[in-house]
Nanobody, 123 residues
Framework: QLQLVESGGGLVQPGGSLRLSCAAS????????IGWFRQAPGKEREGVSC???????YYADSVKGRFTISRDKIKNTVYLQMNNLKPEDTAVYYC?????????????????WGQGTQVTVSP
């Protein structure tokens, strides 16, 4: 069974950067889409970015040009580089896995979830 563990969250000032990591164990990511989602207090979980094993990726409009998703197949890890962070990026960030090559941006399409990591963007 696929297990996912996020790390890299923290407190950063507006305009700053963070890199989130999603380390997978139990199975390789070769046949999985890995997505990054976030959930702010009182809001629904939203898809931020995702990537399949072929390298195809998706970004939400709110993060295009600022966030970059990447995958290290040797380390079985997916990263989310977040630059020019804004206060509205504050949320708990989750990585999730979907046993498919088809990119989906809806949380319900993902069966495997990490525990989440808090990202806070504040002066």
């Amino acid at each position: 069974q696929l297990q996912l563990v996020e790390s890299g969250g923290g407190l950063v000032q507006p305009g700053g950067s963070l890199r989130l990591s999603c380390a997978a164990s139990g199975l390789t990511l070769d046949s999985y889409v890995i997505g990054w989602f976030r959930q702010a207090p009182g809001k629904e979980r939203e898809g931020v970015s995702c990537m399949n094993s072929d390298g195809s990726s998706y970004y939400a409009d709110s993060v295009k040009g600022r966030f970059t998703i990447s995958r290290d197949k040797i380390k079985n890890t997916v990263y989310l580089q977040m630059n020019n962070l804004k206060p509205e990026d504050t949320a708990v960030y989750y990585c999730a896995g979907r046993a498919s090559l088809s990119i989906e941006t809806t949380a319900l399409e993902y069966a495997y979830w990490g525990q989440g990591t808090q990202v806070t963007v504040s002066p």
